[in-house]
Nanobody, 125 residues
Framework: QVQLVESGGGLVQAGGSLRLSCVAS????????MGWFRQAPGKAREFVAA????????NYADSAKGRFTIARDNLGNTAYLEMKSLNVEDTAVYYC??????????????????WGQGTQVTVSS
């Protein structure tokens, strides 16, 4: 049974930082690209960042470029999302997801095979 478990969310002031983690089990982690998505209340789920199998190719949403960093540890079966300079618009539930392919569609949530339950990030002004 595949499980993706996110952690690291919480309440932070604007300008602050958080690091999200996603621990995977039940799959061959190194065979999956990993992505982070988020969903704010009343809004559609949106792409944040993705990383390929080896971790040497990354893709970011424009809103994340320069502030967020995606990384992975294949030995530890963990993906990370380092977030800096957070603002209130970053408030959302953040989800990690696994995709058995890497390519131009890495930003499309429909392409992902497995999802975590999400972790809440709340940024206060």
């Amino acid at each position: 049974q595949v499980q993706l478990v996110e952690s690291g969310g919480g309440l932070v002031q604007a300008g602050g930082s958080l690091r999200l983690s996603c621990v995977a089990s039940g799959l061959r982690f190194s065979s999956y690209a990993m992505g982070w998505f988020r969903q704010a209340p009343g809004k559609a789920r949106e792409f944040v960042a993705a990383i390929n199998l080896r971790g040497d190719n990354k893709n970011y949403a424009d809103s994340a470029k320069g502030r967020f960093t995606i990384a992975r540890d294949n030995l530890g079966n963990t993906a990370y999302l380092e977030m800096k300079s957070l603002n209130v618009e970053d408030t959302a539930v953040y989800y990690c997801a696994a995709n058995d392919e890497w390519g131009p569609s890495s930003s499309y949530y429909e392409e992902y095979d497995y999802w975590g339950q999400g972790t809440q990030v709340t940024v206060s002004s």
